[in-house]
């Protein structure tokens, strides 16, 4: 890359930061964005930006706690740009070994420079050259004495979730949830099995060039990298696959959907898992709900792509009754609005966008959804309750609540899962830890209505 590219990506992943915190927008959705309107980039311009972007909002907390030991004026006082600015480079000099130092100050004097800022770029200066200059002598709160302090600044997550993880999980599984959390996860698909085999998908793939893993759990699950972007993938476009996470996949076994089965999905944007069942048995009936046009858009999109015929996309609010389906359903699907405290790796500012006000709300909304959506089951009809978060409140707090309140009994799942999930651990929930597999965060339980 030229310096005058690198100043162009940097700017672009100075804007993406900018919109993202100042905003408060979701920070997939801004990079993609961005990288949509900008498909001129190179691979590797796009995988620059991408990685300075997110490895900065994964060490968010962090980052400011080093600048803070080295600025007179604290992170808090500052303005958003000329932080956001400090923090994209404080990123570049721990963690991105092949950019020099060198470049890194200089560049963000440049971009101080650009944005308006001329009279701060020698601060900017200042503190990113005493910051190289000590990089190697960053004090960090004392894990004996501090260890929640030294988690939240570490791993760069609020005290208030490690307060939770540690009410719920040893010390030592909290800290692997954190540092799992903030790894570059992988794309992972799904194939496509009515249109391929997975032996065919692998080998079409390759001929792309494409770097393909097989999956932890099944044989068409897999994870891709080394790509550019999906849209220039012909498999990708013919619905050869899906992108899905493993773990995500396990909610279509555990359904085993059969033959003239009516399965509804009350939450499925984007349609992962209603496409899923619908490719699972191709003599089911889906109906894939959500609540606004463009979440349903988002489902017919993929519907269309895969070609798929046996599923029926709705635009529908699951907080309402629908007296048509009353007593009608084999299978319901309740993937419910969740704190995402699971998928953080893929969206990493889920943990300073929540809070713990939240997480209570949620689960009002998670039982008022449930009250509804369970009338559409008929007598011995399968709930699959899903969410993508780790915390107990939402998951097996909400299944002994439905079993108290719903006329619900918990199902042995082991049968449907994958040989290595198959242990005592998963007889009535499953919860599957961001550390555990290189999978999502996630939580499943199948109920019978009795």
Request: charged share 25%; hydrophobic share 40%; net charge neutral.
């Amino acid at each position: 890359m030229t310096n005058q590219s690198q100043v162009n990506l940097r700017l672009m992943a100075l804007s993406v930061l900018d919109e993202i915190i100042k905003d408060n927008r979701f920070s997939h959705k801004v990079l993609n964005q961005v990288l949509k309107n900008h498909q001129e980039l190179k691979k590797q311009e796009r995988a620059f930006i991408t990685r300075l972007v997110e490895g900065t909002l994964e060490n968010l907390i962090y980052l400011d706690y080093v600048i803070n030991q080295f600025s007179k004026t604290k992170t808090s006082k500052m303005k958003t740009t000329i932080c956001n600015i400090l923090r994209l480079s404080v990123y570049q000099l721990m963690f991105m070994e092949s950019v020099p130092d060198s470049a890194v100050c200089n560049e963000a004097v440049k971009l101080a420079k650009k944005r308006g800022f001329v009279k701060l770029s020698g601060f900017v200066n200042g503190v990113l050259r005493n910051i190289a200059r000590s990089i190697d002598n960053i004090s960090l709160p004392s894990e004996e004495k501090n260890p929640i302090e030294y988690l939240s600044v570490l791993y760069s997550f609020p005290e208030w979730i490690i307060k939770i993880w540690l009410e719920e999980y040893e010390y030592e599984v909290v800290k692997e949830i954190c540092i799992a959390s903030n790894s570059i996860p992988e794309t992972t698909i799904r194939c496509n099995k009515t249109k391929i085999s997975p032996t065919e998908l692998k080998e079409r793939l390759v001929k792309e060039g494409v770097n393909v893993k097989e999956g932890q759990f099944l044989d068409y699950g897999f994870n891709i990298s080394n790509y550019d972007y999906l849209g220039k993938l012909d498999t990708f476009n013919k619905g050869y696959f899906q992108v899905q996470d493993e773990s995500s996949m396990l909610v279509g076994e555990v359904a085993d959907p059969k033959k003239g089965d009516l399965v509804i999905d009350v939450c499925a944007a984007p349609g992962g898992k209603s496409t899923h069942i619908a490719e699972l048995c191709g003599e089911c009936h889906v109906v894939s709900r959500d609540l606004t046009y463009d979440k349903t858009e988002l489902i017919n999109e993929n519907v269309r792509r895969l070609n798929l015929t046996n599923i029926k996309v709705e635009k529908f609010d699951a907080l309402e009754l629908d007296e048509n389906l009353i007593g009608k359903a084999d299978i319901i699907l309740a993937d419910l609005p969740c704190s995402g405290l699971g998928i953080i790796r893929k969206k990493p500012d889920i943990k300073y966008n929540a809070n713990e006000n939240q997480i209570t709300s949620l689960i009002e909304l998670q039982r008022n959804i449930l009250k509804v959506i369970q009338e559409y089951l008929k007598p011995g009809g399968i709930l699959v309750f899903s969410t993508c978060t780790i915390n107990k409140r939402e998951n097996e707090d909400n299944v002994k609540w439905l079993i108290e309140n719903l006329n619900f009994e918990i199902e042995d799942a082991r049968a449907f899962l994958p040989e290595v999930l198959r242990d005592e651990r998963h007889k009535g929930c499953i919860q599957i830890l961001p550390h555990q597999f290189n999978t999502d965060g996630f939580f499943i339980a199948r109920l019978r209505k009795l």
